[in-house]
């Protein structure tokens, strides 16, 4: 999208210029979607480039265009990475009206894009609609028409005829079995029992092998048009796996949201009369939810589909012991402490093997890959070194400030507790051992000292006051150092910038979320978005080609990515400078705030 090139309302481009972006965008369309046939007589179907979202063009907006060519008009268009739409009409006519109305033109209905339409004549639609889709989430089931129409009728009447059926905010809610407590997203409380025909829709459900114990909790909810859900998981203590709804009287498409990504969403068509088992990953990974709008996007066509009234039902079997999934770090319950933020050492070792050391092992290739730059801070550091000096890089990753090629003229020695790293180091001509922060093997007397990204792995402040201890007692009497932590206040960094497109439905969270997150006592996944708490794991992905070669060395079934969570603790304002001052026989020069990180230089004076 470029501002330059927008036009008003209205504004229609004609001749030599219309000609000049016709082939543009045909050329776009060739790139991305190289099965549709440019026609050379009128047809039914319309390609229609600057009519997208990427374009700000909405559904809304396209549907108020071209319906009045054509009542029964049909929209393909895409959520992303295309700047073009399809318009498929019921005859030649009303789509070679709207062509000669359209085409050139910047449509008056239009309300943010000022670009001109572009259309022509195209043979088919795109075979492959949903190459650039999320995968959905791993043992996801959706099953076409589970019930017939009998059925449905029967369902929606037992729903809608009942005086309990509750209207709340976003929707109305009926409960058969236990009520559903919304303030603690579990239910315990028993109501009404189930009715006869919700039960024989157990029985098929058990018969079927979909489900192996009986419900005991069943929420049904109406949504009016425009309506939706909140994204959420259903509650990993609360209920069992798995939890199974019916959606009965209209498709509607549910969002699935990685919670160790944000960034990744995979749209699920949820047809008519269909049955979702949410289940495994799907369940305890994955937050689902429906957005409140008037049109979705059929990920399985990319038509247009515009939202009814819609009822589903949704059975699910109340647990009684403490839930023992496999997806700890998801789970509301903190094991017994072990997904709590440690406080003692032995707990915090643990945690960090298992979230700092271990993980590094394993994406200790695809993190060489994608760690080059050299902080400004760090830079500046490093030119104020006098040529000769002795330098230690504590935890010095992949070897970047240490490569011979630098030419700074110093004795530079590297110390990682990670053997791929060290590994890759050395292959590099680095000079490296292996050890940790908190017991480098190097001798003292260094003249300065590098900790790169190091310190925030620590998980307790004791251990973070021992590794800054470690640090000084490997300089000489003024020798200096520069150490450098994530900073909870992010400005405007480039994560900061990304982050703010990861925002769910484009809102922050709210303080009472923030509130319950913080108090919750454990260790939170961070997703992508703001941070609301000190101690996190944060995900490291490895998607496309490095994930793919590393599963099949691994004999694993094929993702579009792979997830790693590590540990981090983001550091608040004048936390690194009070940690510095806390260690006896050193001097603080300086603290800044770079691409939200914290880099401070300090010196031994003792």
Known sequence: FKADKERPVGAVITGGKLLKKSKKSLEQLKRHDPDVEVANEPTKVLFVSNSSILCSVSPEELQEIFTPFDAGVELIVFPNRRAYSFIEFCTVEAASKAKEELNGKVPE?????HLPFVIEFVKNLPLSKTADAVAGPRDLIIIDDFVDEDIERDLIDLVMKDP??????HRSVLHFGHAFDYSTNSAFVPIEAIPDRLEKMVDRLIEKGHIAERPDQITANVYSPGQGIPSHFDTH???????VSLSLLADVVMEFKDAANSARVAPILLPRRSLCLIQGDS???WKHGIVNRQYDVCPRTNRL?????????????????????????FCDWDRNGEMAVPSLSSAARALEGNYVADVYEKIAPHFDETRHAVWSGVKRFLDSIPKGSLLYDIGCGNGKYLLPERNDGLIKIGADRCLGLCEIAASKGCCVVRGDALGAPLRSGADAVISIAVLHHM????????????????????????VTVWSLEQGQSEYSKMRENRTENGEKKNEEERKEEKENGRLLVHDGREFVQQDLLVPWTISGKEAR?????????EEEEETFLRFYHVFAEGELAELVQSVDGLRLESIELEQGN???VFERIR
């Not at 209905?109 to 894009?113: E, N």
């Not at 309990?164 to 905010?169: G, V």
């Not at 203590?237 to 939890?243: G, I, K, L, Y």
């Not at 590393?550 to 694993?556: I, P, S, T």
């Open 109 to 113: 209905q239009l309300k943010k894009s």
């Open 305 to 329: 589909l515009q939202r009814q009234q819609r009822v589903s039902i949704t059975f699910r079997k109340i647990r009684r012991e403490p839930c023992r999934c496999e997806y700890k770090e």
């Open 164 to 169: 309990r059926l509750n209207e709340m905010k």
């Open 598 to 600: 914290y880099v401070a």
């Open 283 to 285: 369940r305890y990974r």
């Open 549 to 557: 070669k590393k599963r099949e060395e691994e004999g694993k079934k």
């Open 459 to 482: 998980s307790t402040k004791e251990r973070r006051k021992k590794a800054v201890g470690e640090i000084a007692s490997l300089l000489r009497v003024g020798g200096r150092a520069c």
């Open 237 to 243: 203590s609360a209920f069992e796996d798995p939890v």
